[in-house]
Nanobody, 123 residues
Framework: QVQLVESGGGLVQAGGSLRLSCAAS????????MGWYRQAPGKQRELVAT????????NYADSAKGRFTISRDNAKNMVYLQMNSLKPEDTAVYYC????????????????WGQGTLVTVSS
């Protein structure tokens, strides 16, 4: 019904930048809050940043404040994460997440996760 596909991960040196993208597709009537999460090896998945449906309100984990910026393009059903001043501890699989109100012929609301994109920051 709905898919989230992330892209933009890769290998970068400490201090470098990456921009992650997430595209939503399928039977979408509207998209709620969108967010980025990450999971490092051996650790639990954690919130990185969220952005409200209209894009006017954002929320960041302390580890991301001042370095990462979340944005969205509702016309394209996209959400982005600009990551600057990357550190080795930012190494993780980054996941896109949202809740979607389904369009016809479906009905209701679904929670959707992307498949993840790997970010590796070398020291």
């Amino acid at each position: 019904q709905v898919q989230l596909v992330e892209s933009g991960g890769g290998l970068v040196q400490a201090g470098g930048s990456l921009r992650l993208s997430c595209a939503a597709s399928g039977s979408i009537l509207s998209i709620n809050v969108m967010g980025w999460y990450r999971q490092a090896p051996g650790k639990q998945r954690e919130l990185v940043a969220t952005i409200s449906s209209g894009g006017s309100s954002t929320n960041y984990a302390d580890s991301a404040k001042g370095r990462f910026t979340i944005s969205r393009d509702n016309a394209k059903n996209m959400v982005y994460l600009q990551m600057n001043s990357l550190k080795p501890e930012d190494t993780a699989v980054y996941y896109c997440h949202t809740g979607v109100v389904l369009s016809r012929p479906y009905a209701g609301w679904v929670e959707v996760w992307g498949q993840g994109t790997l970010v590796t920051v070398s020291s």
